[in-house]
């Protein structure tokens, strides 16, 4: 699936659970921009990117604000926001619980976020980009694996491993009101044909070492 999609399936997740009602969106962790001004297309929202390297696409930057920023400090005043979307960003973050709370300051009271990041107690990775030669795959998998085998994979090691479900979980409790998990509606409505083996996945209990990544969504 394109990255375009992703964030489309995003968006629709997005607007079952708060609705139409959203005015200012922010994006942490941005990348080119083409993630904010999809959601901005998609949500009818007015919507900012941060991101550290200012590489902005020229296009996604006439549909949304993108500026350079850093996440543990952004530059927004507090309760700015409707909404805060982060997806495969928070893992990057050295001081990541700094810019959750940072995340959680500028939201309004009652805002809703999505956060995503890569599945640490996956098996495999990158199965499903299709952009990818099968060397590569390969290649970085072995990389994935040796890290565990020395007991480093974790992102304080460089390593970019993401979090388990239950530790995403616990540290958006920790910071915001609540924290559902949304990696199997995001699942489904990734991927429809799969119906059938994400639901018994998620039901034997084996997502949770072969879904990819975790999703939640929750308010402040």
């Not at 200012?54 to 400090?73: H, M, N, Q, V, W």
């Not at 007991?151 to 009101?177: I, T």
């Amino acid at each position: 699936m394109s990255s375009e999609n992703k964030t489309k399936v995003t968006a629709k997740i997005i607007r079952e659970r708060v609705g139409s009602d959203l005015h200012r969106i922010l994006v942490v962790g941005c990348g080119s921009g083409i993630e904010a001004a999809i959601l901005a297309q998609e949500l009818k929202a007015k919507v900012f990117g941060i991101d550290i390297n200012p590489s902005f696409d020229p296009i996604a930057a006439k549909k949304a604000d993108l500026r350079e920023g850093d996440a543990t400090s952004l530059e927004f005043v507090d309760e700015y926001f409707d909404f805060v979307y982060s997806y495969h960003v928070l893992e990057h973050i050295p001081n990541f619980r700094k810019a959750l709370f940072e995340i959680r300051r500028v939201l309004i009271k009652g805002g809703a976020y999505f956060i995503g990041t890569p599945n640490r107690l996956r098996l495999f990775s990158y199965i499903l980009i299709k952009t990818t030669p099968l060397s590569k795959k390969i290649k970085w998998n072995l990389s994935d694996w040796k890290s565990r085998i020395k007991g480093k994979f974790r992102n304080e090691y460089g390593a970019h491993a993401g979090f388990s479900s239950h530790e995403l979980q616990v540290e958006l409790k920790n910071v915001f009101n609540s924290a559902e998990e949304v990696t199997v509606p995001y699942y489904l409505e990734s991927y429809p044909r799969y119906a059938h083996l994400i639901r018994f996945l998620d039901k034997s209990g084996l997502g949770k070492f072969l879904f990819p990544s975790v999703y939640f969504f929750g308010r402040k």
